[in-house]
């Protein structure tokens, strides 16, 4: 199973700027606009890449996460036998389907609170521009069959 710092490819202890600078180059590298091979995998990968940052630009689902590592870390008590430097780049295991699944992901982190979307979207204030001009003709309509 691959750690969300593995697949941006970023250490543990890294700063937020390096960690949005690895994303940032990931998505470019990869995005299914972009990319010269397989669509679907890209967008696999880019949604893999997503839900990595969007974990880790957060600092508490990061701490959330960091300490949902340690313990498996703890449950497992001998970690991994492979070398490190016997290890696949993450690009490679990703596209090999060796990520954290959204069930996971999705259980890990059910107690937290999702954001709305924006007050204001766009079918919002086109609706309030139609029901202004209706409410107006009404009235000018009243208004001229009244004077």
């Not at 107690?111 to 919002?124: A, I, M, Q």
Request: some cysteine; charged content about 25%.
């Amino acid at each position: 199973m691959k750690t969300y710092y593995e697949i941006l490819g970023v250490k543990a202890n890294a700063a937020p700027q390096e960690i949005k600078q690895s994303y940032l180059n990931l998505i470019y590298k990869y995005h299914p606009d972009i990319y010269e091979g397989d669509k679907d995998k890209a967008q696999k990968y880019c949604a893999c890449i997503n839900e990595a940052y969007s974990v880790l630009k957060d600092e508490n689902k990061k701490r959330e996460y960091n300490n949902y590592l340690k313990n498996a870390e703890n449950a497992d008590n001998a970690g991994s036998t492979q070398d490190a430097s016997a290890r696949k780049a993450p690009e490679q295991a990703l596209w090999e389907g060796n990520i954290i699944p959204q069930q996971e992901a999705r259980r890990f982190f059910k107690n937290t609170k999702r954001k709305r979307g924006r007050f204001f979207t766009k079918s919002r204030i086109m609706l309030g521009v139609f029901l202004l001009l209706f409410v107006g003709v009404i009235i000018f309509a009243f208004w001229n069959y009244v004077f």
